[in-house]
């Protein structure tokens, strides 16, 4: 079974401190795992070092076969490839240069995955943000990572497909035994569609359990100075209502 944990992990650009001896439990495949925080709470920051782009204190204990996927936020970079080319690439990153008929078809599922096969001919560069968003999922996609890390990756995005990606990563999960870990700024959404959560403030993991346990009225409160109240839908789901900014 894939896992992760962090134990005492640090992190710093330069000589500023971001994130300080972040602790988790062990994480495990078929979770969904939400991380919540304010901007520059260290939430990319905390990706880069799960991912080995920064090194410092701690320890980042995984277990898994494959390397971590990742979907990094938006840079808005412009690319000079096709869709179907830049998946391609991201396929044989870790595979070398030739390609198998496998490393197509699975090309294939990842576009078919995230509903972007239509997309395949067009240039990265000419694609608007959202859409730029499903390819760099794809890529992340394509590797058939055990574990995937993903940045906002709905922030782009109209409410349709943001609940498409959302539940195309609940899927990965239940169906593929994925762990997958996603920074999010809805909290609704997090409280739908994953397991756990963790809260970061100033690079400092101050909640982390179940979305039941982490995402509270009294700890929004804290956070991000909002008055919430979490009631049951008629379907019986918990749904986050904002009431004011505080
Ligand atoms: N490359 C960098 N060099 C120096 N400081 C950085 C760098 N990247 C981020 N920071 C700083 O680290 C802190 C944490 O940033 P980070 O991007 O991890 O936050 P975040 O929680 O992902 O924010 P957001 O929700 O806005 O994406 C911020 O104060 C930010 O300015």
Same mark, same amino acid.
């Given at each position: 079974m894939v896992t992760l944990q962090l134990n005492r992990v640090s992190a710093r650009y330069g000589r500023r401190p %971001?994130?300080?001896?972040i602790t988790t439990p062990c994480f495990q495949g078929g979770q969904v795992v939400a991380l919540l925080g304010l901007n520059a709470a260290g939430k990319s920051t905390l990706f880069r070092r799960v991912l080995g782009l920064l090194k410092d204190e701690g320890e980042v204990i995984i277990s898994a076969e494959r390397p971590v996927g990742y979907m990094p936020q938006d840079t808005g970079a412009k690319a000079v490839l096709a869709v179907y080319e830049s998946v391609l690439l991201a396929r044989m990153q870790e595979r070398g240069?030739?390609?198998?008929p496998e490393d197509l078809s699975q090309v294939d599922r990842a576009l078919e995955e995230l509903s972007?096969?239509?997309?395949?001919?067009?240039? %990265?560069?000419?694609?608007s943000g959202g859409q730029r968003q499903l390819v760099s999922a794809a890529q992340a996609l394509v590797q058939e990572p055990e574990i995937l890390m993903l940045d906002e990756?709905?922030?782009?995005?109209d409410l349709n497909r943001q609940i498409s990606l959302l539940t195309v990563l609940r899927r990965l999960a239940d169906e593929r035994q994925m762990l997958i870990l996603v920074a999010l700024h809805n909290l609704g959404h997090a409280l739908r569609f994953a397991d756990a959560a963790m809260m970061l403030e100033n690079g400092r993991l101050i909640a982390y359990g179940s979305t039941a346990e982490v995402i509270t009225p009294a700890l929004l409160r804290q956070v991000y100075r909002v008055s919430t109240r979490i009631e049951s839908c008629s379907k019986g789901q918990p749904q986050l209502i904002v009431e004011a900014a505080i």
């Open positions: %971001i994130l300080e001896e240069l030739k390609v198998q972007i096969t239509t997309l395949g001919e067009r240039d %990265i560069g000419d694609l990756p709905t922030s782009a995005r």
